[in-house]
């Protein structure tokens, strides 16, 4: 099913792309025009944000925003809980969220004002915060439905690994501190802090692969473990490494995302609301392609 999702997602992706350099490159005679030119224009009938192409990306922008309110729905009712994976609806929330702002942005033709301005920047706002807030929801250890995982399970699951671990054939002393060293530099006491862990925990995720590649080619000088052993240590300290940040971490990416909703919401309920009341107009003053 994991798999099923990250090739959709993986589509759906490749759809935005396609479809913004698409429309980029066909309608750029049209939207690099000054505007007071284009009415002139002979594309003008089709890509102006009533005509036929752009009331059309119009539609398609607000069909997508609205659908992002499923997973909210999916949060808030409770008989809708064991309908798959948060996360899996989190990603596709994401994805609508990046590709209904993007679409919408060529509808309006590049051109807003007014009423309609505040509705696209409230836009801009919650697509740019929901990628933030994504990245600080996953930093919050979940079950399958969505239910935040408390600090005692996961100590206890960091046992766990350190007993698997410490168990392996052949690890010696050496190898121990190697890897309590490289995990180590994950946890802390940052989990006092708010917004001011947000720089340890991004630099954290960039800087991973560079010390995880450190890691494996320590082991292989400095260690006795053949190549199927280091295969699963590093899989265990992965493992590791990622409890021992989730741990020290939870308070913070817990506050930030407390905070997080506190800015988000206000935008996405401005934007919903300007988009409703431009909706409304359109279809009482007939701006449609029904004439």
Not at 17 to 30: F, K, R
Not at 75 to 88: E, Y
Request: glycine share 8%; aromatic share 12%; net charge positive.
């Amino acid at each position: 099913m994991k798999l099923l999702h990250r090739i959709l997602l993986t589509i759906f992706y490749t759809f935005t792309v396609l479809v913004v350099i698409g429309l980029a490159v066909y309608g750029q005679p049209y939207y690099t025009l000054p505007v007071a030119e284009r009415s002139h224009h002979p594309m003008y009938e089709l890509w102006k944000p009533g005509g036929l192409i752009g009331h059309g990306l119009g539609v398609v922008g607000s069909v997508l925003l609205l659908m992002l309110l499923g997973y909210v729905l999916r949060k808030r009712l409770h008989f809708m809980s064991n309908w798959g994976n948060i996360r899996m609806w989190l990603n596709y929330h994401i994805w609508m969220g990046i590709t209904g702002p993007l679409i919408i942005l060529y509808h309006t033709s590049f051109k807003f004002g007014g009423i309609v301005a505040v509705s696209f920047w409230s836009m801009a706002a919650v697509a740019l915060s929901g990628v933030l807030g994504r990245y600080l929801y996953l930093q919050i250890p979940r079950t399958r439905t969505g239910a935040e995982v408390g600090r005692q399970e996961l100590e206890e699951q960091e046992r766990n690994y350190w007993i698997e671990l410490q168990g392996i054939s052949g690890m010696d002393d050496t190898a121990v501190e190697k890897i309590k060293s490289h995990i180590g530099s994950e946890s802390g006491s940052e989990s006092k802090r708010t917004w001011s862990a947000l720089p340890a925990l991004v630099f954290g995720d960039l800087a991973r692969p560079f010390r995880r590649m450190n890691l494996k080619r320590t082991l292989k000088r400095e260690t006795s473990l053949d190549t199927t052993q280091i295969k699963r240590v590093m899989e265990l300290a992965d493992e590791q490494e990622k409890l021992a940040r989730r741990i020290g971490f939870l308070d913070a990416a817990q506050a930030m995302l407390h905070h997080w909703h506190i800015i988000h919401r206000p935008f996405a309920a401005v934007m919903f609301l300007i988009m409703f009341v431009h909706i409304g107009v359109v279809v009482l003053f007939g701006y449609t392609w029904v004439f």
